[in-house]
T-cell receptor, first 110, second 112 residues
Framework: GEDVEQSLFLSVREGDSSVINCTYT??????LYWYKQEPGAGLQLLTYIFSNMDMKQDQRLTVLLNKKDKHLSLRIADTQTGDSAIYFC??????????FGAGTRLTVKP | DGGITQSPKYLFRKEGQNVTLSCEQNLNHDAMYWYRQDPGQGLRLIYY???????QKGDIAEGYSVSREKKESFPLTVTSAQKNPTAFYLC???????????FGPGTRLTVT
């Protein structure tokens, strides 16, 4: 089966940029997503990118997609303590099947 | 105020009992999904439904059952046949052209 892989932990200082990386294996994926999960809560959709795009920016968030290397990244500019959470990368090519990574726990230190 | 609700937030059951988790959405989404989340792992799909009165097994359907009698509702029953039911259960809805899914707040089930 296809896998989505992420590093498990990332720690940054408040005000720095955070970059969370993800690799996926299914070249047929049409959309790639980033979700945020705070403790004890559901997943919040942050952003998504269509597979024919290289980059998408939304306020402090920048998504980069390297389709050749099947590499997706999420950059959070000016990281704040409220950004501390688990971030999930996911891929999908239809409405039946969304594949998630194990999540990256981002810790923001003051 | 549109969204997805799951109830209850915490649920405790004795081993051998069936338990039903509620999921309701008022987003007018056709598709609904149930996932299980275990510590340090991603989400695993239990069941999904693309339309009323139809549903499909996901990757880990054994020991679970669902129904979809209304568009807004997709309850999940965790049966006594589920070997390791203690987990965080997440319901989602979607089915839009971007395939995105929107999640409820989750139900933490503890079986002892």
């Amino acid at each position: 089966g296809e896998d989505v892989e992420q590093s498990l932990f990332l720690s940054v200082r408040e005000g720095d940029s955070s970059v969370i990386n993800c690799t996926y294996t299914d070249s047929s994926s049409t959309y790639l997503y980033w979700y945020k999960q705070e403790p004890g809560a559901g997943l919040q959709l942050l952003t998504y990118i269509f597979s024919n795009m290289d980059m998408k920016q939304d306020q402090r968030l920048t998504v980069l997609l390297n389709k050749k290397d099947k590499h997706l990244s999420l950059r959070i500019a000016d990281t704040q303590t409220g950004d501390s959470a688990i971030y999930f990368c996911a891929e999908s090519y239809n409405n039946n099947d969304m594949r998630f990574g194990a999540g990256t726990r981002l810790t923001v230190k003051p | 105020d549109g969204g997805i609700t799951q109830s209850p937030k915490y649920l405790f059951r004795k081993e051998g009992q069936n338990v039903t988790l509620s999921c309701e959405q008022n987003l007018n989404h056709d598709a609904m999904y149930w996932y299980r989340q275990d510590p340090g792992q991603g989400l695993r799909l239990i069941y999904y439904s693309q339309i009323v009165n139809d549903f499909q097994k996901g990757d880990i359907a054994e020991g679970y059952s669902v129904s979809r009698e209304k568009k807004e509702s997709f309850p999940l029953t965790v049966t006594s046949a589920q070997k390791n039911p203690t987990a965080f259960y997440l319901c989602a809805s979607g089915g839009g052209r971007n395939y995105e899914q929107y999640f409820g707040p989750g139900t933490r089930l503890t079986v002892t």
